[in-house]
């Protein structure tokens, strides 16, 4: 290792620091973020409340990247366990979720092309990681950017099936303000799947930079049925259930706040 320093400092010596480039073919980043809410695909993993979030990253001049990035979670696929007794609670398998993954992004024509593979973990829990397989294309029409992408996570036993993920996103500029909107719809399709056979959430908000910060708020909501009015159980329990259904897959407004390195 002391030799290939020594030899790098030479180069760059005597090359100066478009050499040093050279050698240099690997860029590394970092983000950090604190949201008010975190909703994955319109879904709250911290059960409605506040989460920390943070991540690096780690990219090659050809496309190719790997990273991980974690985020505080005080539920894991959100779940509402209902006991025997009509007792009902959220599923508080861990408390972190911890996830890995690795990719190829590239140009075609005026389209950026990003395809990989990612690992779900959650630290403490039991036979509830999964694979996901991703993919997406990005372009510009005019002063607006779009992006289409899919997410499939193929049947396992810890994901209780295979699930499909489709979206499509946009944001435009706010004229010549430093504000950017945004919106994105979802649908998916398998085990993740609530209630029914599928499911929408959608999102719409404003973003900006603020202070050296990344600030955005946005509005958050699914399709998903949280009426338990005819689930047979005590009206106690239907309250219960319904209160926290609500806190996960219900409308809110979500701050955050975060800072790429």
Do not use: C
């Amino acid at each position: 290792m002391k030799i290939k320093l020594a030899l790098l400092a030479a180069a760059a010596t005597l090359s100066g620091s478009a050499a040093l480039a050279q050698e240099a073919p690997w860029g590394i980043s970092a983000n950090v973020a604190y949201t008010s809410d975190y909703r994955f695909r319109g879904v709250s993993y911290s059960n409605g409340g506040l989460a920390i979030q943070g991540g690096f990253d780690l990219t090659h001049e050809n496309g190719l990247y790997v990273g991980t990035w974690m985020s505080s979670i005080d539920a894991y696929l959100p779940a509402i366990v209902v006991g025997a007794d009509g007792s009902a609670e959220i599923d508080q398998s861990s408390e972190t979720e911890l996830d890995l993954y690795g990719g190829y992004a590239f140009d075609v024509g005026s389209a950026a092309i990003d395809v990989g593979v990612l690992y779900y973990q959650y630290p403490g829990a039991s036979n509830d990681d999964y694979v996901e397989l991703y993919g997406s294309v990005a372009g510009d029409a005019g002063v607006v950017s779009l992006t289409a992408g899919a997410a499939y996570v193929p049947d396992q036993d810890n994901a209780g099936g295979d699930n499909l993920y489709l979206y499509g996103s946009g944001s435009v500029p706010l004229g010549d303000s430093p504000f950017e909107a945004f919106a994105q719809i979802g649908y998916t399709d398998g085990s993740f799947v609530f209630s029914g056979s599928d499911q929408f959430d959608w999102q719409l908000g404003v973003s900006t930079a603020f202070a050296g910060l990344d600030v955005s708020v946005a509005y958050v909501d699914t399709d998903a049925d949280t009426d338990f009015g005819d689930s047979g159980l005590p009206a106690e329990r239907i309250d219960v259930l319904e209160d926290r259904a609500k806190d996960i897959y219900g409308a809110t407004v979500v701050l955050t706040v975060g800072k790429t390195f």
